[in-house]
Antibody
Framework: QLQVQESGPGLVKPSETLSLTCSVS??????????WGWFRQPPGKGLEWIAY???????YYNPTLKSRITISVDTSRNHFSLTLTSVTAADTATYYC????????????????WGQGTSVTVS | EIVLTQSPGTLSLSPGERATLSCRAS???????LAWYQKKPGQPPKLLVF???TRATGVPHRFSGSGSGTDFTLTIDRLEPEDFAVYYC?????????FGQGTRLDI
């Protein structure tokens, strides 16, 4: 059974770079049956999509964050990572990684496997 | 960008009643790629229904989704105490993926 779990620093200073990792278990991150994403939820606010990546490499970013984010994959460790540069207090949130089923280009299910989330405070 | 507007903002009901949640898109959701998630404090979002009427694995039959194009509905029959949470609709047809602002279902 596929599972994902986030890890990260918890506290980041303003203007610094946030790096989060999503560890994948129960399946391979190179399996083209899946795609992988990042989301966040600021305290007291709604959910926001950050980015997602197909196992084949195609990556899509939220335009509001695109200039500051990078998604990378480490196949040897079976994990993928989110890097967010120049953080501000507005980046304080619980960050989630997730996975969904992908069938063909453009044919996919929504994200159905989610990590428990990791809380990040920028201060 | 597809803007999703959920109504009502808050819905106050009692166990055993039926809840009807609405999600309206600013433009047609291609291939009806619309999903509903349940969110409780301290927990990740839980996928309920998608596409827009397919229940996710393990989701009780009292949850049902309907709609097409720009208007979608999540119906919860015979509310159970554990159903009181915040519900989000999400379109996953085009980027940026977007969520509605949420409907809080209060007991």
């Amino acid at each position: 059974q596929l599972q994902v779990q986030e890890s990260g620093p918890g506290l980041v200073k303003p203007s610094e770079t946030l790096s989060l990792t999503c560890s994948v278990s129960g399946g391979s991150i190179t399996n083209t049956d899946y795609y992988w994403g990042w989301f966040r939820q600021p305290p007291g606010k709604g959910l926001e999509w950050i980015a997602y990546r197909y196992s084949g490499g195609s990556t899509y970013y939220n335009p509001t964050l695109k200039s500051r984010i990078t998604i990378s994959v480490d196949t040897s460790r079976n994990h993928f990572s989110l890097t967010l540069t120049s953080v501000t207090a507005a980046d304080t949130a619980t960050y989630y990684c997730a996975s969904g089923r992908s069938y063909n280009p453009g044919v996919r299910d929504p994200f159905d496997v989610w990590g428990q989330g990791t809380s990040v405070t920028v201060s | 960008e597809i803007v999703l507007t959920q109504s009502p903002g808050t819905l106050s009901l009692s166990p055993g009643e039926r809840a009807t949640l609405s999600c309206r898109a600013s433009q047609g959701v291609y291939t009806d790629y619309l999903a509903w998630y349940q969110k409780k404090p301290g927990q990740p979002p839980k996928l309920l229904v998608f596409g827009p009427s397919t229940r996710a694995t393990g989701v009780p039959h009292r949850f049902s989704g309907s709609g097409s194009g720009t208007d979608f509905t999540l119906t919860i029959d015979r509310l159970e105490p554990e159903d009181f949470a915040v519900y989000y609709c999400q379109q996953y047809s085009t980027t940026p993926l977007t969520f509605g602002q949420g409907t809080r279902l209060d007991i």
